[in-house]
T-cell receptor, first 112, second 112 residues
Framework: AQSVSQHNHHVILSEAASLELGCNYS??????LFWYVQYPGQHLQLLLK??????LVKGIKGFEAEFIKSKFSFNLRKPSVQWSDTAEYFC??????????FGSGTRLQVQP | DAGVIQSPRHEVTEMGQEVTLRCKPI?????LFWYRQTMMRGLELLIY????????DSGMPEDRFSAKMPNASFSTLKIQPSEPRDSAVYFC??????????FGQGTRLTVV
């Protein structure tokens, strides 16, 4: 069965610092990849997605992610974080069945 | 569009009682998913439907859990009898065949 690993469980950054959150998946076939954000007490919202084409995808709020097929990775990046980016971030994989397998999440805390 | 609508937002019930969670997917979406989120296990897929037909219910924890989708605009997740370990946030999500999943606000269930 496919799995998704997010190795950073809790990240603390100062405002304006750069962010990179790791995501690796285990599945040998074609995948669709997603990053979702969950603000405290809220539901999951889509940040960005990769289906095909340019492996560098841009999402909302200045986030981007790069799909590296050879590394089975889909890391999330943002050049300069803001206090309002404090949230939990989930990487997810769709192996074609449309249901998503989620990573365990990374809690990001941005200090002003 | 109002998005995925779930009710109730909060539910507190006593152990042994029946609990019914409700979901209205986004109009035109033909996939509907039920996820459960807990601190210990993260986001788990319970069951999903395509065109109102259950496709995979292997994530349903026990026979106490059941889900139905009688039409394209309504689904229920029922727990009977409920137990304290069922306490979690239950999310419903919907999508089309080629898009990202949109999540509802969730139902926070507490079984005492």
């Amino acid at each position: 069965a496919q799995s998704v690993s997010q190795h950073n469980h809790h990240v603390i950054l100062s405002e304006a610092a750069s962010l990179e959150l790791g995501c690796n998946y285990s599945y040998g076939g074609t995948v669709n990849l997603f990053w979702y954000v969950q603000y405290p007490g809220q539901h999951l919202q889509l940040l960005l997605k990769y289906f095909s084409g340019d492996p560098l995808v841009k999402g909302i709020k200045g986030f981007e992610a790069e799909f590296i097929k050879s590394k089975f990775s889909f890391n999330l990046r943002k050049p300069s974080v803001q206090w309002s980016d404090t949230a939990e971030y989930f990487c997810a994989v769709d192996t074609g069945r449309r249901a998503l397998t989620f990573g365990s999440g990374t809690r990001l805390q941005v200090q002003p | 569009d109002a998005g995925v609508i779930q009710s109730p937002r909060h539910e507190v019930t006593e152990m042994g009682q029946e609990v019914t969670l409700r979901c209205k997917p986004i109009s035109g979406h033909d996939y509907l998913f039920w996820y459960r989120q807990t601190m210990m296990r993260g986001l788990e897929l319970l069951i999903y439907f395509n065109n109102n037909v259950p496709i995979d219910d292997s994530g349903m924890p026990e026979d106490r859990f059941s889900a139905k989708m009688p039409n394209a605009s309504f689904s229920t997740l029922k727990i009977q009898p409920s137990e304290p370990r069922d306490s979690a946030v239950y999310f419903c999500a919907s999508t089309t065949g080629g898009g990202a999943a949109f999540f509802g606000q969730g139902t926070r269930l507490t079984v005492v």
